[in-house]
């Protein structure tokens, strides 16, 4: 058996307790000053003080890790993201820096079409060397678990790529890889017009990447100009009835009612919300679906910050995520968010931990696996270079892990 203890910790942050957490329970993050844990063979089984717990073994026969003047976090769930794609957009970024927008670009063929074509022409080893090199940089920002989206194939053979390239990362990576389908994530320009021919053919998909498991969820782009709530409707509750679990990007330019959407059907969470409605916000808040913000993206498309201060004290439960894209936002910084959170969405620094660890677990259905440092849990801890969460959004952007912990064995540091 391999034991590993971590003792000493100036700040043990346990998000320990219910999930997802709403509203002012976001703040509750179950410090423990100088504590320990102790994993057995990857899984969690004694947290408490260093004192109490140190009593009762022999130091001789385990890993120890000292935390001492260090906090001690869960591992961050990065719980929306798009990181297997063909190619990337910097000629649309400079371009966006000089005034074109977003959606002007994805009208005029450029957008996630063009990531499209560039995806069609990359083959699985590609993705999967790629993705290597991206979840590395993930996991080195105490990433241990990613959620990843296909979306760029817009065709079976392509999506069904991707999947398969999350499929192997999962295997071979320490990230763990939580796969969702978002075949309509564009109207190619052969479909303008046939959108609903476009949905029936995704429809066709699902019982393919649902019956070969090479999805968890299914996602769709619920926006002006992309798919209609009516066509949503039609999409995810197909998905579900395939036995995927839903989510949605929802509201992200225009104020469509993608979140009442999302609570109508119960999708696990609704992303971006830009633009959702104050109902749309009460709906969440008597709901258990999680508003996942992506301040990222809006950072990226120089757009307003979602209400995230306004929807937790409405009692939402909120997730944090990069939204890593090759497009709108081509960033897998858990440092930046962790920043524009605090700055600029007025998140305390315990809202921030709870949105990137147990919220975001919820957020990807492994809520009673990962997400908090409890007994019975995957060992998947971070231990930050200073002795204060505090340090988090102050050393703004810059990432302070030093130490990676995942199933119990240290991937990062020492
Ligand atoms: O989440 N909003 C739609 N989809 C992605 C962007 C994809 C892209 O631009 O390539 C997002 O922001
Ligand atoms: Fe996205």
Redesign the pocket.
């Known amino acids: 058996m391999n034991r590993l203890i971590i003792k000493n910790a100036s700040e043990l942050v346990t998000c320990s307790g219910k999930s997802p957490r709403h509203g002012t329970e976001m703040s509750d993050i179950g410090i423990i000053h100088d504590g320990c844990v102790v994993a057995e063979d990857g899984i969690i089984t004694d947290v408490g003080t260093t004192e109490e717990i140190l009593k009762n073994y022999d130091l001789s026969t385990c890993e120890v890790v000292d935390a001492r003047n260090r906090a001690v976090l869960p591992g961050f769930v990065d719980s929306h993201t798009?990181l297997i794609f063909g190619g990337y957009r910097a000629d649309e970024f400079s371009w966006r820096l000089k005034g074109d927008s977003?959606m002007s670009i994805m009208e005029r063929g450029g957008?996630?079409t063009s990531?499209v074509r560039a995806t069609r022409n990359t083959t699985l080893d590609e993705f999967i060397e790629t993705g290597k090199k991206r979840l590395d940089k993930m996991l080195d920002m105490g990433v241990t678990t990613v959620e990843g989206k296909s979306g760029y194939g817009l065709d079976l053979e392509t999506e069904v790529r991707q999947l398969q390239a999350m499929k192997k990362l999962d295997e071979i990576h320490a990230v763990d890889v939580v796969p969702t389908f978002l075949g309509p994530?564009s109207v190619l320009p052969e479909y303008k017009g046939k959108e609903d021919e476009f949905i029936d053919f995704m429809i066709s998909v699902l019982g393919e990447v649902s019956g070969s498991k090479l999805a968890e969820f299914a996602d769709i782009?619920c926006?002006k100009n992309v798919f209609s709530v009516e066509q949503s409707r039609k999409f995810l509750t197909a998905a579900q009835n395939a036995g995927l679990k839903l989510k949605i990007?929802a509201d992200?330019m225009v104020q469509l009612g993608g979140t009442e959407l999302a609570v109508e059907l119960s999708c696990v969470s609704a992303d971006?919300l830009l633009q959702s409605s104050d109902k749309g916000i009460e709906m969440l808040s008597k709901s258990d679906t999680i508003a996942t913000l992506?301040p990222a993206?809006a950072f990226c498309l120089r757009e307003e910050y979602a209400r995230g201060r306004q929807m937790i004290d409405a009692g939402c439960a909120v997730a944090l995520a990069t939204?890593f894209?090759?497009?709108?936002?081509f960033t897998n910084s858990i440092p930046l968010v962790i920043a524009l959170a605090a700055i600029h969405m007025r998140l305390s620094i315990e809202e921030i931990i709870t949105a990137l660890t147990i919220n975001a677990a919820a957020a990807v259905g492994r809520q009673e696996t990962i997400g908090s440092i409890e007994k019975g849990k995957k060992a998947d801890i971070i231990v930050l270079e200073y002795p204060s969460i505090n340090f988090l959004p102050y050393h703004a952007a810059v990432n302070i892990v030093e130490t990676v912990i995942k199933n119990g064995k240290i991937v990062k540091g020492k």
């Not at 894209?325 to 936002?329: A, M």
Request: aromatic residues 10%; glycine residues 10%.
């Open positions: 798009h977003y957008g996630i990531s994530h782009f926006e990007h992200e971006h992506l993206t939204d894209n090759p497009g709108s936002c």
